[in-house]
């Protein structure tokens, strides 16, 4: 027989020389792939164990393959596993250590399996697990924006557009706009994840495998809600990291409004909220200085997310079919973006459930802002006087308060009536930022009787989601 193992690499038989160090150092994975090693080691325990089911393998191999395999999981969660450069990837560091550790029966574990088919599997198996634990963060997160929105149904604020003060709302309905936005997150993630759970296992390189293998077996033994239809396609596309990574990139996007607006309120020129102590650090410099990092930072970390969902577009436009090392490329990213978004999810809750509105400060705005301007004019409307028309004289009663330096409620019944006979002592009803709020009963309004019931619905739809 002919020596065919002079070369320490698997695939050596074809090359003359080894490959050069560099080049080595430069095509090697493991340095990041290593995150993967449960979920190799769990798809390889599967496979083993269909390949014996299936008499690829018998009891005695799969007994001494799953015995290597876990003792392998034990040293590499103990920190005493040796990772080479030599060995590439994750794949076959463990491979390796295994052959080591039990000789021959090693070598049969990668029979009907290709690194192709065993990655996308690793990665799945990964991005399921993390998509589970961002779904319970981002609960925790919604539940705490609702518990803050319930405390705070009745407590007014001015609504703004344009950063401008427009009508008065209320803080429990600010709330639920951001409640709904991490809400659809949830429900972008709960989709996703059924493009994720698909098994690639059983690809192979890229045409699947002529060993009678059985992936039902695997499916079940690894949890998957089923099997890829197609190997060529199984083991190239990476589809449904780019899908998590979109589904992140909006959830970030979201994050970074809400840290914008609590980066304003809690700034001394608004006031609306008290940040906690816990969430801000102090100047260097300035003593006066309270700094709202942790929004800040994750309004910066949001670039971050645009940036890998960049790479992975990008990475993957225009790869002919099927698997290129290109797609080596494709961990990092979703690594990174999978840590950033749980952190910033995590820090978001902490940081929400504490943060304190300052209830009068708030009022004061809503009524400095004119905001129960605009409730003026459908009062006039309401009395028969064209919408244009009555914009046209509350226009001229704000510009007559903001002389006197008053609010609307201030001015008296005469000075109002000189700007229009049929205002009536019941004017004061709507000029009245509560009263105002009262009469946005339109279903999704910011009527407190509103936002209670769509916070109510908001707890059940997130129970709902638990299960
Ligand atoms: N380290 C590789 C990756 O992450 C594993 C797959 C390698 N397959 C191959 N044919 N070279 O993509």
């Known amino acids: 027989m002919q020596n065919v193992s002079k070369k320490n690499k698997s695939w050596g038989a074809v090359m003359s020389s080894d490959t050069d160090d560099f080049v080595k150092t430069f095509g090697a994975s493991v340095t990041f792939d290593k995150k993967l090693y449960s979920y190799d080691i769990q798809g390889s325990i599967a496979h083993a164990t269909m390949l014996c089911k299936c008499k690829i393998i018998n009891n005695k191999e799969l007994k001494l393959i799953k015995n290597g395999l876990e003792q392998i999981h034990h040293q590499i969660q103990k920190g005493q596993f040796q990772w080479s450069i030599d060995a590439e990837d994750v794949h076959m560091n463990i491979e390796k250590a295994l052959i080591d550790e039990i000789g021959e029966a090693g070598k049969k574990l990668h029979t009907a399996r290709s690194r192709n088919d065993q990655i996308a599997t690793d990665i799945r198996l990964y991005l399921r697990e993390a998509t589970e634990q961002i779904k319970h963060h981002l609960i925790l997160l919604s539940t705490a924006i609702l518990d803050q929105a319930t405390v705070h149904t009745d407590t007014i604020m001015p609504g ?95 994050l970074s409004r809400m840290s914008e607006e609590i980066i304003l309120w809690s700034s001394a020129q608004f006031n609306f909220i008290t940040m906690p102590d816990e969430y801000s650090t102090g100047s260097s410099i300035m003593p006066q200085k309270k700094n709202p990092d942790v929004p800040e930072l994750v309004r910066g970390k949001t670039s971050r997310i645009y940036g ?160």
């Open 160 to 254: 703004f557009t344009h950063l401008q003060a427009a009508q008065p709302i209320t803080v429990g309905f600010h709330l639920m706009a951001w409640h709904q936005m991490i809400y659809r997150d949830l429900q972008r993630l709960q989709d996703c994840h059924q493009r994720i759970n698909i098994m690639p296992l059983g690809s192979a390189a890229l045409a699947g495998t002529s060993y009678p293998i059985d992936r039902n077996i695997t499916q079940k033994l690894l949890k998957f809600d089923s099997i890829s239809e197609n190997a060529l396609d199984a083991v190239s596309d990476r589809d449904f990291a780019i899908e998590f990574t979109s589904f992140a990139s909006i959830l970030m996007m979201h």
């Open 308 to 467: 890998h969902l960049m790479s992975l577009l990008s990475l993957m436009k225009s790869q002919p079919l099927a698997y290129n090392k290109d797609i080596q490329e494709d961990k990092e990213p979703l690594f990174d973006t999978v840590d950033t978004i749980l952190n910033s999810t995590k820090v978001f809750t902490g940081m929400i459930t504490k943060i304190r509105f300052n209830k009068d400060i708030l009022l004061r705005q809503t009524k400095k802002g004119y905001t129960t301007a605009t409730d003026l004019a459908d009062y006039l409307t309401k009395k028969d006087i064209a919408f244009r028309d009555a914009h046209h004289i509350v226009g001229a009663v704000v510009a007559y308060a903001m002389k006197q330096n008053i609010n609307l409620e201030q001015l008296t019944l005469g000075q109002l009536q000189n700007f229009h006979p049929q205002i009536e002592q019941d004017v004061f009803d709507v000029l009245n930022p509560e009263m105002s709020l009262n009469l946005k009963n339109s279903t999704g309004g910011s009527a407190p009787h509103q936002t209670k019931k769509s916070i109510k619905q908001a707890y059940k739809n997130l129970e709902n989601l638990k299960n």
